[in-house]
């Protein structure tokens, strides 16, 4: 699920440090937790890390104690019986896989090796603590054999060794007493030489050379969390090397978590926000169990709120607001139960209980009596300050608590952010817009990874990662970029109350080659009914301007009007401003200009646009309303305008 990463320079780290700082202080509305001040990490120097080291296996976030418990509630309670039910079942299906092979399909990842290896390793630890039944651990030590054996768990892109690692080492701890003396030693020799011993030099050239040690995105929790549960599983037999890694480590990793702050969102997307937060959960829970304590580090800033981000990025229909690169899926994340035990917080419980696959951890960090408490009443709106992103709804699901049910309730995500954001796109001001169990503006996602020059000079020539492929403007369509790469975007008013809510981004760093003000409001409006999108432009000389909106419904277009179908469900659009201003439909592909000359993997789909002559100034407002059965759209004329700077 990832690649190479898109470093941000350290001028970058520090304007986007002093950005949310402002923001936090400048935020009109927002409600914080009234939770006790966050702990201060206090990492213990490597000579004095494992001296709290749990002697036996399990270790590794689970202990006996936790399996003999789960080993009776997965008896007793009717969720974790279906979840184990379900595993079982496919612990029964890997036992007549053969192991995985070394294989770089792609020439440079063996990841989906170490995350099949990773897969493996629970399902089958899990089985064998569950019953104990010598058939589950001797098949996970057929796959230990396997990769132990590899010439190398591939060091040149660390996320793949790391995940190995994390493999090896729950396979290791879990399966530690059916495992034969002569298969932990050999198992042990492999975690160090082809992962703790990379690591660490890593760790130690990072001060020069930087890397993933230094880096502020998913590889620093990736990498760090396999590495410390590696280390932490075999640390009693290699206990200089373990200790150093993980001091290291523990140090390192408050890097990416500061991103969590103030809110808990993930500036990378719903996507990478479910693989940072995973190995970031995985590894302070196994400092945890292991070692007694996380130094500290699940106290950082934005850690606790960090839950909120799934809830409040999944729409009615169970899909999220895909910025950056990754798809709208519902998110399935086990680490969900570990925030709701360590922050008291239900409604993360219930988010996953209700959304797991399940995976073995969902097992393992479930708490029913948690899950099952009354969930407090969660705002409609959220404004996540520092990834600068805000979520908008008429109601949330009322037919049923599951987050992935089809709810007819009006949701909207809209994007401020960072361009240079890791894995971001060229997405400032772009917004996705579910109503009627629709999803009626949605985003493209992440193009494939292998075309060349993605993570390099060439990510701004592909379709899906420019404006142009966004919910967005494109001024000027010559211009090259169509967005400032290095642009930011504030969100500079955000307001919620009962009856409406709104948010304006400051986009004028985008566009700046164009314009010397671009200003984008998205208002949910009318006791939260229809949603108006209004954008105000001071160009700098007369500049055609271009508003898209990506869709897979059927449209009919009338002039200043259209009409959107998909199955029985209909949204209405109208231009508001200015007057004379048309709806066109465009195909889903480069424009004229664009340096991509063919689209090859934007598959259906169409783009609603406006296109709007050269002028010094222009506000162009579009209004959507969903229109249930036997419902008439309204007259545009009875929508009111109010410039941006009179919105409060």
Request: aromatic share 8%; proline share 8%.
């Amino acid at each position: 699920m990832n690649a190479h990463p898109l470093v941000l320079p350290h001028a970058t780290c520090l304007r986007r440090f002093i950005l949310a700082c402002l923001l936090s202080l400048a935020a009109a509305v927002h409600t914080v937790a009234a939770d006790a001040p966050p702990a201060t990490p206090s990492i213990p120097a490597p000579a004095e890390i494992l001296k709290t080291l749990r002697p036996e296996h399990p270790r590794l976030l689970a202990t006996r104690t936790d399996f003999d418990r789960v080993r009776k509630e997965v008896i007793t309670d009717p969720h974790l019986s279906a979840w184990w039910t379900k595993i079982r079942g496919e612990a029964d299906r890997i036992l007549r896989q053969e192991p995985v092979k070394y294989d770089i399909p792609d020439g440079l990842r063996l990841l989906s090796v170490s995350r099949n290896a990773l897969h493996r390793s629970y399902i089958l630890g899990l089985a064998w603590q569950i019953t104990q039944d010598r058939k589950y651990a001797d098949r996970l030590a057929r796959e230990m054999s396997a990769v132990i054996a590899f010439k190398d768990w591939n060091p040149r892109h660390f996320l793949d060794t790391s995940e190995m690692a994390h493999a090896v080492g729950i396979a290791y701890d879990w399966c530690w007493e059916a495992f034969a003396p002569d298969q932990r030693e050999a198992m042990r020799k492999a975690m160090i030489s082809l992962a703790l011993e990379p690591a660490l030099q890593i760790h130690r050239d990072s001060a020069s050379k930087g890397g993933w040690p230094k880096a502020r995105h998913n590889w620093n929790q990736v990498c760090n969390g396999g590495i410390t549960l590696g280390a932490l599983a075999v640390a009693e037999h290699t206990p200089e090397l373990a200790a150093e890694l993980i001091a290291a480590a523990g140090v390192s990793v408050q890097i990416p978590m500061a991103e969590f702050a103030p809110d808990g969102a993930w500036s990378e997307g719903p996507a990478y926000w479910n693989y940072a937060a995973i190995y970031n959960v995985a590894m302070l829970a196994g400092l945890t169990t292991a070692l007694g304590t996380d130094f500290g580090l699940s106290g950082l800033p934005g850690f606790a709120e960090t839950g909120f981000f799934p809830l409040h990025i999944t729409g009615p229909l169970g899909r999220t607001f895909n910025f950056a690169d990754g798809r709208d899926s519902l998110l399935r994340a086990p680490h969900m139960h570990w925030l709701a035990n360590r922050f008291q917080r239900p409604q993360f419980a219930r988010y996953q209980r209700d959304a797991a696959s399940p995976h073995p951890l969902d097992i393992l960090w479930y708490n029913a009596e948690l899950a099952q408490r009354p969930i407090p009443a969660e705002p409609l709106d959220r404004h996540f300050r520092g990834a600068e992103l805000v979520t908008l709804r008429s109601a949330w699901p009322t037919n049923t608590a599951r987050p992935g049910a089809v709810d007819s309730a009006i949701f909207v995500g809209f994007k401020g952010g960072d361009n240079q954001a890791n894995h971001g796109h060229l997405d400032l001001g772009s917004f996705v817009l579910d109503a009627l169990g629709v999803r009626w503006a949605s985003d493209a996602g992440a193009e494939d990874y292998n075309v060349p020059g993605y993570f390099g000079a060439q990510r701004w020539n592909y379709y899906k990662t420019r404006a142009e492929s966004h919910n967005t403007l494109v001024l000027g369509p010559d211009a090259e970029p169509d967005q400032d790469p290095k642009a930011a975007a504030p969100i500079l008013r955000f307001v919620s109350r009962p009856e409406d809510a709104f948010a304006i981004a400051d986009l004028s760093a985008a566009y700046a080659r164009h314009a010397r003000r671009v200003h984008r409001g998205v208002a949910l409006q009318a006791n939260r009914s229809r949603v108006l999108v209004q954008d105000e432009i001071e160009a700098k000389d007369p500049t055609e301007v271009l508003w898209f909106l990506h869709t897979f419904a059927n449209t009919e277009l009338q002039g200043s009007q259209a009409t959107l179908t998909f199955g029985k469900s209909k949204l209405w659009a109208a231009i508001l401003s200015p007057a004379g201003a048309v709806f066109d439909m465009m195909p889903t592909q480069p424009l004229p200009t664009s340096p991509q000359a063919d689209n090859r993997s934007l598959v259906g789909g169409r783009k609603l646009v406006v296109r709007l002559p050269a002028a010094p100034k222009t506000r162009l407002a579009v209004v959507f309303v969903p229109l249930p059965a036997e419902t008439r759209a309204p007259d545009p004329a009875s929508i009111h305008l109010k410039p941006l700077s009179d919105w409060n």
